[in-house]
């Protein structure tokens, strides 16, 4: 407790006007119900990661520049696991229900089937009439929009969830689809009729399923024994968190506000050089990487003498350069969250999954190719959110984050 009002105090002596935290407006359930995932790595490198993470970024920057132009409690707990690029669910679609491995992502909203597995439809299938698609900057997919029953736990079951179908899809492999669980608002578009597709966690709680509009996602890091996390919905797995849970607004500067996004500031080490000033940007579970404005990128080069390796993109550090890395510190909202050296690291387990030495030391902070003062300047990905719990209240238009067990943890 002592180390974290320390990082409290760090906080509000560098942010000069704080954002209001709220107290967590959700209660914990005593029986979540959860559902078991696998851990999924398929990339061919490093590059091709760091590719993709920028191609999403550009996409999530005109398609929320887009959207900005226009826009006792009851719960239900779904396993999510650490797919070292991906996070997937199995969900069922029908009646009865066929089995589909999904990518969980805060970054789209519409849920779809078919870029692996055939969508099989059944009597609660009702093909609406109109086309439908997205495009995810290193993907995408297009077909026909469907109504179907949707089946996340056997106390979590969905009617008539907007559904995409797939005829035609590129860049996914070895999934079926997405389960969209960002802002609704983001499917404005994606369907031929122009209306709003609401997300499975907006009906889920329309139908009386869960008692607030509200997301909890907890992950164990790549370098973890516990391969799996959690989703919540509805509410927050207290059980899964270390302290409190701090809740921010929604940013107001598009086109973050499109998002899960946030406002934040960086620093690096307690001498607290300044790494990015306070701006806006998303959290992003569809995103793998700690992607930062280029600016903001140089900072943290100059500060951990890194350089960009020729064979991974990624940028590396000697074991000696290791030893005296600092912490990231970042400021959202009155609270400070310490990004701990050993988070900062690439997980040496899969070193050579990405064409790197197996005893070289890569970062997960990458270049997220534009300036900072556009709106979107950082992009907190999974290697970020596996340190913290992370909470959308769409409801409120908030955003919690809370320590775990996992904050600091040395086990890479």
């Not at 995409?164 to 960002?182: E, K, M, P, R, T």
């Not at 009906?203 to 869960?210: D, E, K, R, S, V």
């Not at 008692?211 to 996390?229: T, Y």
């Not at 050993?342 to 997980?347: E, G, L």
């Amino acid at each position: 407790m002592a180390r974290f009002s320390a990082l409290l105090a760090l906080c509000v002596a560098t942010v000069t006007t704080p954002i209001a935290v709220s107290a967590s407006p959700v209660v914990v359930r005593d029986s979540p119900v959860s559902l078991p995932f696998v851990r999924r790595f398929k990339l061919s490198g490093a590059s091709k990661l760091i590719e993709q993470d920028r191609a999403r970024a550009q996409v999530l920057k005109a398609v929320g520049h887009a959207s900005g132009a226009g826009r006792g409690m009851k719960r239900a707990d779904v396993l999510v696991t650490n797919g070292d690029t991906s996070y997937t669910v199995d969900v069922g679609v029908g009646t009865p229900p066929t089995q589909y491995t999904l990518l969980i992502d805060t970054g789209s909203s519409n849920t779809f089937v078919g870029a692996g597995k055939a969508y099989v439809t059944t009597s609660s299938s009702k093909d609406t009439g109109y086309s439908a698609s997205v495009t995810y900057g290193s993907g995408g997919w297009s077909g026909q929009e469907y109504t179907d029953t949707v089946t996340l736990s056997p106390e979590l079951v969905i009617q008539n969830q907007g559904v995409g179908v797939a005829n035609s899809s590129v860049g996914f492999h070895g999934v079926d689809g997405i389960l969209g669980i960002g802002p609704s608002a983001l499917t404005k578009g994606t369907v031929s009729d122009g209306a709003v597709v609401p997300t499975v966690v907006e009906n889920a709680y329309t139908q009386g399923l869960i008692d607030q509009d509200v997301i909890g996602i907890s992950f164990a890091p790549s370098s973890s024994h516990d391969s799996s996390g959690v989703l919540t919905f509805g509410g927050v797995d207290f059980w899964k968190t270390f302290g409190p849970v701090n809740f921010v607004p929604i940013t107001s500067t598009s086109p973050a506000s499109q998002y899960v996004g946030i406002d934040q500031s960086v620093t690096y080490g307690w001498g607290r050089t300044p790494i990015l000033a306070h701006t806006a940007g998303i959290t992003d579970t569809g995103s793998t990487l700690l992607l930062l404005a280029t600016d903001a990128y140089d900072a943290y080069k100059k500060a951990t003498g890194a350089v960009a390796d020729s064979a991974t993109g990624l940028l590396k550090i000697t074991a000696d350069q290791y030893a005296k890395l600092e912490s990231l510190f970042f400021c959202i909202g009155d609270v400070t969250y310490e990004f701990v050296p050993n988070a900062q690291i690439w997980p040496r387990s899969l070193n050579t999954a990405i064409g790197g030495d197996a005893n070289g030391i890569y970062l997960v902070v990458a270049d997220l190719g534009s300036p900072s003062g556009e709106g979107l300047d950082f992009i907190n990905g999974y290697t970020w959110l596996e340190r913290f719990y992370h909470v959308y209240d769409a409801g409120n238009q908030a955003v919690g984050f809370a320590m775990t067990e996992h904050t600091f943890s040395q086990s890479n």
